[in-house]
């Protein structure tokens, strides 16, 4: 039979599955809401008024070698490193904090508008999410925005951006409460590829309205490891992406 859908075809966006090449302890009790790989350690942001923090963790035994306690009003988000700082976000508050990257001491915070979702760099620029389907560009130093992105797929804003990692010249976003990453060109805003995590976490590691969604990437540029792990799971894994045929 053939199709009378009436739209001309879509553009064929290239999707993926994963390999786990390894899997890692997480703290079970970790709110994920960023992540990144440096020099050996992993930073995580955690997120909750009340528990919310940033910490060094150990990669292979998710060990946390050095933690700061936010204050309790605010609700940790994305985190990046900028040369020898730390910058963290906040959900609703509008304040994002900067601490020195060593000790995880707070150096000074500075304001934005909207909410705060996550923070990415590539190398010259902060990007960041706030939930949209709109990257912000900022500079680094200033920490004021320079610019904005409207990410689509096929022609259509993709909302909910969460997450981010710079990854070989590409944005990828984990999309809130999905299993899915969008891998993102950094000029245009069109997603170049879907990466499909449905069955990561297995149902055995969840525990039911506790284990919460799919949010962290963090890359290894040195050693091309990917790792994604999420809110509360007990597990972060290295996967591997395996186009789908
Ligand atoms: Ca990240």
């Given amino acids: 039979m053939l199709c009378a859908c ?11 599955t994963y390999q786990v090449v390894h899997t890692y302890p997480h703290d079970r009790l970790a709110f994920t809401e960023g992540l990144f790989y440096q020099d050996g350690v992993l930073y995580e942001s955690t997120g909750i008024e009340e528990q919310s923090s940033v910490r060094k963790v150990r990669l292979e035994t998710g060990e946390v070698l050095q933690k700061h306690d936010l204050p309790g009003a605010f609700f940790g988000e994305g985190i990046i490193r900028w040369k020898d700082r730390l ?4 959900y609703k508050t509008q304040i994002g904090f900067v ?25 010259s620029r902060i990007i ?16 004021q925005e320079t610019g904005r992105l409207t990410v689509t797929d096929d022609g259509r804003p993709v909302p909910n951006l969460n997450e981010l990692e710079w990854v070989k010249g590409e944005i990828y976003a984990n999309i809130w409460q999905t299993d899915r990453i969008a891998r993102i060109d950094p000029k245009s805003g069109k997603v170049v590829g879907w990466i499909d995590l449905t069955g990561l976490l297995s149902d055995s590691d969840r525990i039911p309205r506790f284990t919460d969604v799919l949010n962290g990437i963090a890359y290894d540029a040195a050693g091309d490891r990917l790792f994604v ?11 591997r992406l395996v186009k789908k045929s």
């Fill in 6 to 16: 009436g739209t001309s075809p879509q553009a064929s966006v290239p999707e993926y």
């Fill in 87 to 90: 910058i963290q976000l906040t």
């Fill in 128 to 143: 960041m999410s706030d939930g949209t389907s709109q990257l912000r560009f900022w500079d680094p130093e200033t920490l």
């Fill in 99 to 123: 601490y020195d990257l060593a000790g995880l001491q707070e150096l000074r915070r500075f304001q934005y508008p909207g909410e705060g979702w996550a923070l990415t760099t590539d190398g």
């Fill in 229 to 239: 792990t999420g809110k509360r799971w007990p597990k972060l894994f290295e996967i």
